[in-house]
């Protein structure tokens, strides 16, 4: 290395060290050389290989070490006498500096700043090191000598401001008062933090719009309690006028009266406050190992309730409540209430984010809060208090920014953008991760690979003005936050998607593409006296444009530009879905979707006006907005519904008959299945507005839609011509058109599945399969398949026609080979939805060793969260037949489930989290011939010593039907198990040989496997004795069915039994292998 510069030394009078010796042993090199040197400078030397200075003084910590040496470029040595770490003013900390026997300069080594993640850039004039942000930090100027260096008084550039000044640090503290801020970074409560100098007095215009209130009255805080837990304050607000992301209009506060640490939680209704405190209180005693002493709270029913005074009596809560119309005795909490709400709306105010958001930043306020306030005379965060130790804030950023997230998700093009612009929301509570909106996907996610631009505009900040917001804001605030995540709805992701389509209407608008959220530049030729949206509301379709006829055009006012060009106020416009007619007559967009609904019962012709008859029942209607979403959960359409408030009709005088068949998962699989034996391409359409094609047999009268109230005759009623959406018979009013139309032309109603329509000619085979105003369809010959759907089209209205790709929530891909089922996209919402998505994957559903039981003795847990997880994963096994039998197994405990059923369930969503994409494949190489396959599980459940039975049932080589299921009564051997298993084998295939009848393919004796010789002779011999004579007649009728050859049971060896997957839980290596062998994996 003593040749890698040109600067080596040649005289004793260039040398910057003093008292040299010459030394054999090596280890260290520089290369600098000066001729002149100043002390106070730090020079950048690229052949030097650490820092090194000869000044003691300079040390904040010091280690004194004898023994190592320095080279310098002209050979000669120096000795090491130390290695300290070095804290300047406008310098990083420099860690590991050599301290050097007799050097003058101070030397900075460029390969130890590169190793520590920054980028050394030099110029003819300069240098400038830059952090792995891209934020310039220092700045060096070139000497005399040509040297580079560094002088730590001089000011640090303007660029580097932005990661150091206070009024950055006050928007990512979530807009906390600037003392607040100050006094964090002096005490150094929070790791990360820069220190400042004296606080300016300046006033956040968020600040002021947030926060502003009246003068306050002096109030003093007395923490009263001497530890954790020892008493809780508690409150619930709302509701709020706008749902949130999660559909959530609650926040449940909780406040730790000790440390002033506080979470919050979020509830859609007031009812589930009570089962959320519960929970919380259980989970806060298993964390900190003390019991909860008191829980303080107003008198509101959902504290006040005879359950939860139950819950603390059980557990030896004491509870305190605040005296009726005295939210100053609750003060603690209410206080914290409103440091919640103002942080929470200035951070949305600031970077003009929708107000549906309000979760996200509710989070984030309460994440920040217990990082930076501090307990009444204590100079400790509330975090610090209830952790042990100090917070690290070195991560905040300011909420809203722009940032760019990674895509690391898909699979993407050697040349397609490796990042997605988004918004940052906020901090996950569950890992190390930023929270963030996806402005392609339209999604909320977590991310760690997430490069967030938080710098400050220049016009955000107004100083030298001092308001009453300013020393309101000011008031010392202690703040407990279990930090509840807001879930992410439906469970990933949140899908917040922006209109997919424009529709025509008698007025002229063009798509607006959403630009990329950033303050507007002021224009001579535009007004922008705001960033911010306005706040009034822009009604854009007034209720004297919308009372008339419903041929007119609509005639709306033109809206706010700022807010129209404005991306996230697209996102919130598409995801809102409005509960009352009043505000979605304040959208343009609902306002069109409700347009369309009553064009179709214009076209359609399902009503008349006619004057209020007397004695007659009229039935209400109300207005139901929901967006539809596709296979990706992106929303495609915002639909308005107008429906009849049924649930007033009296049967036999409103109606007769209400039932209407609908089509089995079973008949749908084993359409797939047929459409690959036969190599036909399968088909969906969509009848829009189905119900009101509908014919009533009765006089049924209802109101005029709300809003829409014809204004010369407002006290008119309508009188039906045809079924609406909400009444009783509606569904079997469509039912009854659509299977009059199709028995007209030539199809026939199979007799097994009431819902199959089949048109079997010598030529073709045309099959229809029908569920409420979806219809799957296809044909051997493809020109059928087309006039079929072109005819349908001529009779009704279509909302979608084209290949089948998704279908009761299964996604259908059909390729060559064959057809893949799965339901991939529900799969990773589930382990979203229940915070899984982090945790390590399981191998198996179940473990082998696993017994479940009632677990009387156990630890109770919602019954709530293990009902939605069970019932999630029931549909899931619509396309997953391997965790059919684990699901099963956990669903007997839905009554009082314990914490082991929770962990059992928990399970199988981690294995469906590793398994995701696995699904059904359908092969093309197959035949038409059922078959089953029959096993149990003798005295498996744990409680009642009853049996399981299993079976699944294959069409050729595809698998069409399975069961898991625990008998009815308790068998005596494991003959008389099996025995009853196939019967109910039986009576399945019995079922799909009536319906493959009904497509024109007759089946022959089918075969049930079965790997128990006893069983097999039970069927065969039909004689009494005393290990048969017990067993219920109705189980025996599979003799019959052997007798007659309808049903042949023939022995298979264990190994073989593909059905044992149905009926135990198994290890991982024969799991596998029969996970395999049924058909589930990933697509060829």
């Known amino acids: ?112 700043i590169c190793d520590d993640d920054f980028l050394v850039q030099f110029s003819k004039k300069g240098c400038l090191i830059i952090n792995e942000e891209g934020i310039q930090v220092l700045e060096g100027n070139r000497t005399t ?74 109030k003093v805080n007395v923490i009263a309690t001497s530890r954790c837990l020892e008493l809780l304050h508690v409150d619930l607000m709302g509701p709020t006028r706008t749902e949130s992301l999660g559909g959530k209009r609650y926040i449940m506060v909780v406040v730790d009266d000790y440390s002033r640490y506080t979470g919050v939680d979020f509830l859609r209704e007031k009812s589930e406050a009570c089962e959320r405190l519960e929970i919380l209180c259980k989970k806060l005693q298993n964390e900190k190992g003390i019991p909860i002493a008191k829980v303080r709270s107003d008198h509101g029913r959902e504290f006040e309730n005879a359950r939860f005074e139950s819950f603390c009596e059980k557990n030896g809560i004491k509870r305190e409540f605040s005296a009726p119309k005295t939210p100053q005795q609750n003060g603690v909490v209410e206080r914290k209430n409103r440091v919640i709400q103002e942080m929470a709306r200035v951070m949305l105010l600031n970077k003009q984010i929708p107000q549906s958001f309000w979760g996200e930043a509710v989070n984030t306020s309460c994440h920040i809060g217990n990082r930076i306030f501090f307990r009444v ?38 040349f397609d953008a490796r990042s997605d612009e988004g918004i940052f929301l906020g901090y996950s509570t569950t890992s190390r991760a930023y929270r963030v909106f996806n402005k392609r996907t339209k999604t909320v996610m977590e991310s760690i690979n997430v490069k967030i631009d938080d710098a400050l505009p220049k016009v955000e900040m107004i100083d030298d003005v001092e308001g009453p917001s300013t020393k309101e804001a000011d008031v010392e605030v202690e703040a407990l936050d279990i930090e509840g995540e807001e879930p992410i709805p439906e469970v990933e992701s949140t899908p917040i998607n922006p209109r997919m389509e424009t529709r025509s209407m008698s007025r002229t608008s063009s798509p607006l593409t959403p630009p990329e959220v950033h303050p507007p530049i002021s224009r001579s030729d535009e007004v922008s006296t705001s960033k911010r949206p306005s706040s009034r509301v822009i009604k854009n379709h007034p209720e004297s444009n919308i009372i008339g006829s419903l041929d007119d055009g609509l005639r709306l006012r033109k809206g706010n530009v700022l807010l129209a060009n404005h991306v996230t106020y697209h996102c919130y416009l598409a995801q809102f879905e409005p509960k009352r007619v009043e505000e979605a007559l304040q959208d343009e967009n609902w306002v069109e979707s409700m347009h369309e609904e009553l064009n179709q019962f214009v076209r359609n012709d399902v009503w008349e006006l006619a004057p209020r008859p007397e004695n007659v029942h009229v ?44 089509a089995r998962l079973e008949s749908i699989r084993i359409l797939m299945s047929i459409a690959c034996t036969l190599n036909f391409k399968l088909y969906q359409m969509d009848v829009k507005c189905a119900f009101l094609n509908g014919y009533l047999n009765e006089e049924v009268f209802v109101e005029q839609p709300k809003g829409f109230e014809d204004p010369h005759f407002p006290d008119h009623v309508l009188r039906l011509k045809k079924a609406l959406y909400g009444l009783k018979q509606a569904p079997r009013a469509w039912y009854d058109r659509l299977t009059h139309y199709l028995l007209d032309r030539g199809f026939k109603r199979g007799y097994a599945d009431r819902t199959l329509f089949v048109k079997n000619d010598e030529d073709y085979l045309l099959v229809a399969q029908v569920y409420v105003d979806d219809i799957v369809f296809g044909a051997t ?33 059909q390729q060559k080979e064959g057809i893949f089922v799965s339901q991939e996209k529900y799969a990773r919402n589930i382990v979203k939805k229940f915070g899984l998505d982090s945790k390590k994957h399981a191998s198996t559903p179940m473990s082998s060793s696993t017994k479940l039981n009632v677990d009387s003795s156990g630890v109770e847990v919602s019954p ?74 003798w005295a498996g459940s744990v409680d009642d010593r009853k049996s399981t039975s299993g079976g699944c049932f294959y069409l050729g080589n595809n698998l069409v039907s399975w069961m898991s299921k625990k008998q009815n009564s308790v068998s005596l051997s494991t003959a008389e198990a099996e025995y009853i298993a196939a019967g109910s084998c039986c009576t399945q295939l019995l079922w799909m040989k009536k319906l493959l009848h009904d497509y024109g393919i007759p089946q022959e004796t089918m075969c049930v496997f079965c790997d128990n010789t006893s069983a097999i002779n039970l069927s065969k011999n039909p004689v009494q004795h005393s290990k048969s004579k017990h067993i219920e007649i109705r189980y025996h009728f599979i003799r019959d069915l052997v007798e007659e050859r309808i049903v042949c049971l023939e022995f298979i060896h264990t190994d073989n039994q593909k059905a044992d997957i149905f009926t135990k839980p198994l290890d991982g290596p024969r799991f596998e292998s029969l996970r395999k062998t049924i058909g589930v994996g990933t697509i060829p």
């Open 1 to 112: 290395m003593k040749n890698q510069t040109e600067r080596s030394m040649k005289t004793d009078d260039e040398f910057v060290f003093e008292g040299q010796e010459c030394l054999s042993h090596v280890n260290l090199f520089v290369h600098t050389s000066l001729k002149v040197f100043n002390a106070c400078l730090w020079y950048l030397d690229s052949g030097c290989s650490r820092h090194m200075t000869g000044d003691k003084s300079l040390f904040k910590t010091l280690k004194e070490k004898v023994g190592d040496y320095v080279t310098f470029g002209d050979g000669s040595h120096a000795q090491v006498l130390g290695k300290g770490t070095i804290e300047i003013p406008g310098l990083p900390l420099l860690k590991d500096v050599l301290y050097i026997k007799g050097l003058k300069a101070n030397l900075l080594s460029i390969t130890q």
């Open 145 to 218: 000598d040509n040297c580079y260096g560094i002088v730590p008084t001089a000011p640090i550039s303007c660029r580097s401001a932005r990661v150091d000044t206070l009024e950055l640090w006050h928007h990512r503290f979530g807009h906390a008062n600037f003392k607040q801020v100050a006094k964090v970074s002096k005490l150094e409560a929070v790791e990360g933090l820069p220190k400042f100098g004296k606080v300016k007095k300046t006033v956040c215009g968020a600040c002021q719009m947030g926060k502003q209130t009246k003068a306050s009255h002096h």
């Open 377 to 414: 005379g204590t100079k400790k965060t509330a975090y610090e208090i209830w952790n042990g130790k100090k917070p690290k804030v070195k991560y905040f950023r300011v909420f809203g920014s722009k940032c760019y997230i990674l895509n690391d998700r898909e699979n993407l093009g050697k």
């Open 619 to 662: 039935i209400g209607t109300k207005w139901i907005f929901k967006n539809k979403t596709d296979e990706d959960g992106e929303i495609i359409r915002n639909k308005s519904r107008l429906v009849a408030q049924g649930y007033t009709q009296v049967e036999g005088v409103d109606f007769d008959e209400s039932f209407a068949p609908v």
């Open 781 to 813: 010959i493809e020109d059928r398949a087309t006039e079929f759907s072109e005819e349908m089209k001529k009779e009704f209205e279509m909302s979608m026609v084209g290949e089948l790709t998704f279908f009761l929530g299964l996604q259908v891909k």
């Open 864 to 937: 709530t969260l293990y009902r939605s997880i069970i019932g999630s994963l029931l549909y899931l096994t619509a396309s997953r037949p391997d965790i059919a039998f684990s699901v099963g197994v956990c669903a007997r405990y839905q009554a009082n489930p314990k914490e082991s059923h929770l962990t059992a369930a928990k399970r199988i969503i981690r294995y469906v989290n590793g398994t995701a994409n696995y699904g059904l494949w359908y092969s093309k190489d197959s035949n038409d011939c059922l078959a089953g396959y029959s096993d149990a599980d």
